[in-house]
């Protein structure tokens, strides 16, 4: 539906409207699997599961800026979103066909209150980020303003989330040191990951001038480096444990 509607957009109000009905269902299809997986392998065969997953991220990365480039030149920009239906319709009929499940039905509170303060905070500091980006000084009152509406907001998704009777983030998980370990090392290699492939292509077409085609490959070898180390990550996750394998992968 997101898809179908962007591919429609007749101004930027419009597509970002439905580019947020999109991430709506992305956000859906970035979680779920995880916990298919959890649900449906035993625990020595989950790292392999995991590995496969995320070699399809790094491979859809590698095709999508491809076909989307070759769209938006040969075609047009809103076939980059039609492109999506096809393979959307494939993906609900083969789950409608192949996933089964027992769905224990049980009363849970959805937490609100969490989301939206959690939110809240997300968007305050990627505005920040934003402004200061369009050269905004980090001692303006618009960016302590935003800073200053994060640190609330951080505040009061700890303060709602001790006491929600089904917290959208248990606190307590991060007693766990290799949760909490994890995560960490999660947040700072995603700052070099997806700032890699957010901006380095911004930075082919828009600065050197390059073709929307060479702004989407610029980005594979470390796709192609994704895919494989996921898959092999997978394999080996078991084997070598998984303190080595973290090592390993932070620091490359």
């Given at each position: 539906?997101?898809?179908?509607?962007?591919?429609?957009?007749?101004?930027?109000?419009?597509?970002?409207?439905?580019?947020?009905?999109?991430?709506?269902?992305?956000?859906?299809?970035?979680?779920?699997?995880?916990?298919?997986?959890?649900?449906?392998?035993?625990?020595?065969?989950?790292?392999?599961?995991?590995?496969?997953?995320?070699?399809?991220?790094?491979?859809?990365?590698?095709?999508?800026?491809?076909?989307?480039?070759?769209?938006?030149?040969?075609?047009?920009?809103?076939?980059?979103?039609?492109?999506?239906?096809?393979?959307?319709?494939?993906?609900?009929?083969?789950?409608?066909?192949?996933?089964?499940?027992?769905?224990?039905?049980?009363?849970?509170?959805?937490?609100?209150?969490?989301?939206?303060?959690?939110?809240?905070?997300?968007?305050?500091?990627?505005?920040?980020?934003?402004?200061?980006?369009?050269?905004?000084?980090?001692?303006?009152?618009?960016?302590?303003?935003?800073?200053?509406?994060?640190?609330?907001?951080?505040?009061?998704?700890?303060?709602?989330?001790?006491?929600?009777?089904?917290?959208?983030?248990?606190?307590e998980f991060f007693q766990i040191k290799a949760f909490t370990a994890s995560n960490l090392c999660g947040f700072i290699g995603g700052f070099a990951i997806?700032?890699?492939?957010?901006?380095?292509?911004?930075?082919?077409?828009?600065?050197?001038?390059?073709?929307?085609?060479?702004?989407?490959?610029?980005?594979?070898?470390?796709?192609?480096?994704?895919?494989?180390?996921?898959?092999?990550?997978?394999?080996?996750?078991?084997?070598?444990?998984?303190?080595?394998?973290?090592?390993?992968?932070?620091?490359?």
């Amino acid at each position: 539906l997101g898809s179908v509607l962007s591919g429609t957009s007749q101004n930027m109000l419009k597509l970002v409207f439905y580019r947020v009905i999109q991430g709506i269902g992305s956000g859906g299809m970035a979680a779920v699997p995880f916990a298919i997986i959890g649900s449906v392998f035993p625990p020595g065969k989950r790292g392999r599961a995991f590995g496969f997953i995320a070699a399809v991220w790094g491979i859809s990365s590698i095709i999508g800026p491809a076909l989307g480039s070759f769209i938006v030149m040969h075609i047009s920009w809103r076939w980059v979103f039609y492109v999506n239906i096809p393979f959307g319709t494939a993906s609900i009929i083969l789950i409608s066909l192949s996933y089964h499940e027992f769905v224990e039905h049980k009363s849970v509170s959805v937490d609100t209150k969490g989301a939206v303060t959690l939110g809240s905070a997300i968007v305050a500091i990627l505005l920040a980020f934003f402004n200061m980006g369009k050269g905004e000084e980090i001692t303006s009152p618009l960016i302590l303003s935003l800073v200053g509406l994060f640190l609330i907001a951080i505040y009061l998704f700890v303060r709602t989330e001790r006491r929600a009777v089904d917290p959208m983030l248990p606190l307590e998980f991060f007693q766990i040191k290799a949760f909490t370990a994890s995560n960490l090392c999660g947040f700072i290699g995603g700052f070099a990951i997806f700032g890699g492939v957010a901006f380095v292509p911004l930075f082919v077409q828009s600065v050197q001038g390059g073709s929307p085609m060479k702004a989407a490959m610029v980005i594979t070898p470390m796709s192609l480096g994704w895919a494989a180390a996921s898959i092999t990550a997978g394999q080996l996750l078991h084997k070598v444990g998984a303190r080595r394998m973290v090592f390993g992968g932070m620091f490359s």
